[in-house]
């Protein structure tokens, strides 16, 4: 069956630096990858959604790189601020109209 | 994007009862979807709930365990009967509009079993 990791379980980074955090998968590549952010007690949130075909998407400070050959996506928060400290999800979706989701990246920016 | 609210946030139950969680969001959506997530976990999905027809479980979720009900594009709810301590968790809706590759959340329902 398909098997979703994340880097790591916690990540701190320094106020103003750029975060990264890493999704890899077994098995076959997904049709849809997606990036949610989690805040304590609240539900996810969705931030981007990568296609197979696309290497690279981009929203203000956000990047996700998805490589097929890697079985890998990259999640980039650029300038980063406490505000970004969050649990971070990925999710894959494979054509059947359902998403499997990582285990989370808790991530804290430290000020 | 979607307004979602879940009816309770949080409830304590006991051993043996049943809890009906209800998730209500302010546009007709197309998919409605129900999550849970245990402590430390990620989210599995239990099943997704159909208007006008029964829902679809994944494995290991049954029917008779997690009753859905979808009157209407609007509203869904989730029982989770018989309650064991290993029921405790927290229980999320999820909706969708075109396609089920952009979800949204509701804010969650915590609950333990005692």
Same mark, same amino acid.
Request: charged fraction near 25%; glycine fraction near 0%; avoid cysteine.
């Given at each position: 069956s398909q098997k979703i990791e994340q880097n790591s379980e916690a990540l701190n980074i320094q106020e103003g630096k750029t975060a990264t955090l890493t999704c890899n998968y077994t098995n076959y590549s997904p049709a849809y990858l997606q990036w949610y952010r989690q805040d304590p007690g609240r539900g996810p949130v969705f931030l981007l959604l990568i296609r197979e075909n696309e290497k690279e998407k981009r929203k203000e400070r956000l990047k996700v790189t998805f490589d097929t050959t890697l079985k890998q996506s990259l999640f980039h928060i650029t300038a #980063?601020?406490?505000?970004? #400290?969050a649990t971070y999800l990925c999710a894959l979706a494979f054509g059947n109209e359902k998403l499997t989701f990582g285990t989370g990246t808790r991530l804290t920016i430290i000020p | 994007s979607a307004v979602i609210s879940q009816k309770p946030s949080r409830d304590i139950c006991q051993r043996g009862t049943s809890l009906t969680i209800q998730c209500q969001v302010d546009s007709q959506v197309t998919m409605m979807f129900w999550y849970r997530q245990q402590p430390g976990q990620s989210l599995t999905l239990i099943a997704t709930a159909n208007q006008g027809s029964e829902a679809t479980y994944e494995s290991g979720f049954v029917i008779d365990k997690f009753p859905i009900s979808r009157p209407n594009l609007t509203f869904s709810t989730l029982t989770v009967s018989?309650?064991?301590?290993?029921?405790s968790s927290i229980y999320l809706c999820s909706v969708a509009y075109r396609t089920a590759y952009e979800q949204y959340f509701g804010p969650g329902t915590r609950l333990t079993v005692t």
């Open positions: #980063s601020q406490p505000a970004d #400290s | 018989n309650m064991s301590p290993e029921d």
